[in-house]
Nanobody
Framework: QVRLMESGGRSVQPGGSLIVSCVIN????????MGWFRQAPGKEREEVAT??????????YDYNNSVKGRFFISRDNDDNTYLTMNDLKPDDTAIYYC?????????????????WGQGTQVTVSS
């Protein structure tokens, strides 16, 4: 059984930084794509960042325009995935979800991902 477990969410002040982590267990092989999504109250779930593996240790990254230059996704050899968030803004407040897609192709759409974590709350407020 594949399980994704997020951690690290908490309350931070505007301008602050935070790293959220995702540990994946039970996956045979390596997911083609790992991603972070977020969902704010009353809004649809949206892509934050994705990391696609080429299979030879090279990764390709994609970011939501609203977080480019502030957020950075990373993925280790065990496919655990991290999201480093800098210069946080109140609009970044949301539940952050980790997701895995089997195919070696990333997508900006939640429906294309096969496995999900339970989410971790990030609140940006003074």
């Amino acid at each position: 059984q594949v399980r994704l477990m997020e951690s690290g969410g908490r309350s931070v002040q505007p301008g602050g930084s935070l790293i959220v982590s995702c540990v994946i267990n039970g996956y045979s092989g390596s997911p083609g794509c790992m991603g972070w999504f977020r969902q704010a109250p009353g809004k649809e779930r949206e892509e934050v960042a994705t990391a696609l593996t080429s299979g030879d240790g090279t990764y390709f990254y994609d970011y939501n325009n609203s977080v480019k230059g502030r957020f950075f996704i990373s993925r280790d050899n065990d496919d655990n995935t991290y999201l480093t968030m800098n210069d946080l803004k109140p609009d970044d407040t949301a539940i952050y979800y980790c997701a895995a897609r089997v195919d070696r192709a990333c997508s900006r759409y939640p429906r294309d991902f096969h496995y999900w974590g339970q989410g971790t709350q990030v609140t940006v407020s003074s």
